[in-house]
């Protein structure tokens, strides 16, 4: 059973900082991608970004160069450094795992974190 536990929300001013992480079950490596979504009120969930098995990265373009997606492979977890937040950042972000098969793709998905931002 893979279980995604994330931690770091909270509340934080425009132009701050907050880092979350996402702590895997098992090793990262069982994944093909891990990633990020986050969903604001009213909206749909959307991607946010994700790091791949081979370590490549990818952003969705409203946070390139002020979110940082990495991983720790001895803590089988990964992050998502967000600097420079704006009010529009406000959501519940959730942690993603996805496994590739020939048919298929299986997704996991954490129980998410509160990310609010405001003065």
């Known amino acids: 059973q893979v279980q995604l536990v994330e931690s770091g929300g909270g509340l934080v001013q425009p132009g701050g900082s907050l880092r979350l992480a996402c702590a895997a079950s098992?090793?990262?490596?069982?994944?093909?991608?891990m990633g990020w979504y986050r969903q604001a009120p009213g909206k749909q969930r959307e991607w946010v970004a994700d790091?791949?098995?081979?370590?490549?990265?990818n952003y969705e373009d409203s946070v390139k160069g002020r979110f940082t997606i990495s991983r720790d492979n001895t803590k089988n977890t990964v992050y998502v450094q967000m600097n420079s937040l704006k009010p529009e950042d406000t959501a519940v972000y959730y942690c993603?795992?996805?496994?590739?098969?020939?048919?298929?793709?299986?997704?996991?998905w954490g129980q998410g974190t509160q990310v609010t931002v405001s003065s």
């Open positions: 993603n795992a996805r496994m590739y098969s020939t048919n298929a793709v299986q997704n996991y």
């Open positions: 098992g090793s990262v490596f069982n994944f093909n991608a």
């Open positions: 790091i791949l098995r081979s370590g490549i990265t």
